[in-house]
């Protein structure tokens, strides 16, 4: 039986590339249902499909399942732009029945906002050194392989699955000085806008915590944590993680919990509110 959330934001699943995990977040969608989907940037890596990456039938199946839940449950889904799909830029805003493509978004919910953003405008390297950004991709992309023939080793020994990638990142004091600081900056953002919390993704860290009076929320990725944000019928938000799921043997199991409500009910009322980036509440 599917778990049923109000809300859920997936972000950074990089279709396209060899270390997509299209197959898992496709089989996670056919165990999680939910009223609202926002795809919270890097869906597509258009930067890979440039270079040496391959769209294969798992990436298509992907937005397959993301087409049934719209037909099926009605789910109304968003697509945000974000770095490696800036492609979206030639198109944006754009809205086809249930989908909807734009740049950002803020919730507004029961007096508390929410801007929504996958967060790459919000970084100096990406915004103003792509260059360096691209080599970055390089390295970043051998410790994704590197990352796959530790797994596949681990799979032969009956052992979990890790993320060499996020223990390397976590013992580089540069890497987590940048984290702290973009975590910071992002929750300024918020504050700025006068929003009482920030959802984004691009660093690929999952995260559900207040930060100087500002809850900010990361949904992961799919490349390395395969983790999404999901809000239930009661406002609340937490934080899926699909290797602790177990969906290949039993039930989905929601893994971490914190956080005050945030949406309830999500309509558009008016062109105004589809040309913007203000996503209303009726």
């Given at each position: 039986?599917?778990?049923?959330?109000?809300?859920?934001?997936?972000?950074?699943?990089?279709?396209?590339?060899?270390?997509?995990?299209?197959?898992?977040?496709?089989?996670?969608?056919?165990?999680?249902?939910?009223?609202?989907?926002?795809?919270?940037?890097?869906?597509?890596?258009?930067?890979?499909?440039?270079?040496?990456?391959?769209?294969?039938r798992k990436h298509t199946r992907f937005f397959n399942r993301i087409f049934k839940m719209m037909e099926r449950n009605e789910t109304k889904v968003y697509y945000l732009r974000g770095n490696h799909d800036d492609f979206l830029d030639q198109i944006l805003p754009m809205a086809v029945g249930n989908l909807?493509?734009?740049?950002?978004?803020?919730?507004?919910?029961?007096?508390?906002?929410?801007?929504?953003?996958?967060?790459?405008?919000?970084?100096?390297?990406?915004?103003?050194?792509?260059?360096?950004?691209?080599?970055?991709?390089?390295?970043?992309?051998?410790?994704?392989?590197?990352?796959?023939?530790?797994?596949?080793?681990?799979?032969?020994?009956?052992?979990?699955?890790?993320?060499?990638?996020?223990?390397?990142?976590?013992?580089?004091?540069?890497?987590?000085?940048?984290?702290?600081?973009?975590?910071?900056?992002?929750?300024?953002?918020?504050?700025?806008?006068?929003?009482?919390?920030?959802?984004?993704?691009?660093?690929?860290?999952?995260?559900?915590?207040?930060?100087?009076?500002?809850?900010?929320?990361?949904?992961?990725?799919?490349?390395?944590?395969?983790?999404?944000?999901?809000?239930?019928?009661?406002?609340?938000?937490?934080?899926?993680?699909?290797?602790?799921?177990?969906?290949?043997?039993?039930?989905?199991?929601?893994?971490?919990?914190?956080?005050?409500?945030?949406?309830?009910?999500?309509?558009?009322?008016?062109?105004?509110?589809?040309?913007?980036?203000?996503?209303?509440?009726?």
């Open positions: 039986m599917k778990t049923h959330f109000k809300t859920i934001v997936v972000s950074d699943i990089h279709l396209g590339t060899k270390g997509s995990k299209a197959k898992e977040i496709t089989r996670f969608f056919k165990e999680f249902s939910c009223e609202n989907l926002i795809l919270n940037g890097d869906i597509i890596d258009g930067w890979q499909l440039k270079k040496r990456g391959a769209w294969k909807r493509v734009q740049k950002d978004m803020i919730y507004k919910s029961f007096g508390k906002k929410y801007f929504i953003t996958h967060g790459d405008v919000f970084d100096s390297i990406t915004t103003n050194f792509r260059w360096i950004a691209y080599l970055g991709d390089v390295g970043y992309t051998f410790l994704l392989w590197l990352n796959g023939v530790v797994n596949q080793y681990r799979v032969k020994k009956g052992l979990p699955y890790f993320s060499l990638s996020q223990y390397v990142k976590s013992k580089v004091k540069s890497a987590v000085s940048y984290i702290d600081e973009y975590e910071t900056e992002l929750a300024k953002v918020a504050k700025a806008k006068n929003c009482d919390g920030i959802i984004c993704g691009h660093i690929h860290k999952p995260e559900n915590r207040m930060i100087n009076g500002i809850h900010y929320l990361n949904s992961g990725d799919w490349v390395e944590t395969m983790s999404a944000l999901a809000e239930d019928h009661e406002g609340n938000w937490q934080l899926i993680y699909f290797a602790e799921t177990k969906l290949e043997s039993s039930p989905a199991k929601t893994v971490k919990m914190t956080g005050p409500a945030v949406l309830k009910e999500v309509s558009f009322s008016s062109r105004e509110d589809l040309d913007g980036p203000t996503l209303r509440i009726s």
